[in-house]
């Protein structure tokens, strides 16, 4: 694969961007921020707990999408959706299952050990605020960053290839927002 082929493959992973790259977790662009008060709630049939840390957030959002579990993954995002998004309506659309289902093939290599055997962590980043970017280069499964999983098979300059997740801060807990592809 190509650098090119990376970046033609890049709108399928990430269907419909927003001229900055930006897309929630149910792969449909939005605000970066969206204000806290106004934010969607999940429904009472699936509650979303936040994450203590960041990093916990990431390390549980991967893992849900290593498992399938991405109707899961997507729901557990519900506080920090963009207003006005219903979630059981985004995460059961095809454009969120395709995005989710794309992040899997990315990451689930021959010979990576997926959760819950693999371990995903993620190493601490410069974080201020109640909003965190962690770039793929900090994520790690089975011992390997999210990035070297995304660039196997690929040939060319992949200097410029990146993923990263938006990380909110929500009434004291953490979810991931969304992910930002640049190829």
Known sequence: MTARTLAALAPAILLSLAACGSTDVAGTPGPATPPPSTAPQP????????APTYQTAVEGWVTQILQKHYEKACLSSAPVLPPGKDAKTLCKSP???????????????????????????????????DEVTVPDTAVKLDGRTLRSLELIGSSGNTSSFSLTFTVRKHEGAWYVQGFDLNA
Not at 43 to 50: D, I, K, M
Not at 99 to 121: F, N
């Open 43 to 50: 429904s009472e049939a699936e509650p979303a707990s936040g």
């Open 95 to 129: 454009s969120a299952l395709k995005s989710a289902k794309s992040l899997h093939e990315a990451w689930a290599k021959p010979g990576v050990t997926l959760p819950p055997q693999g371990k995903v962590t993620v190493d601490k980043v410069s974080a201020t605020g």
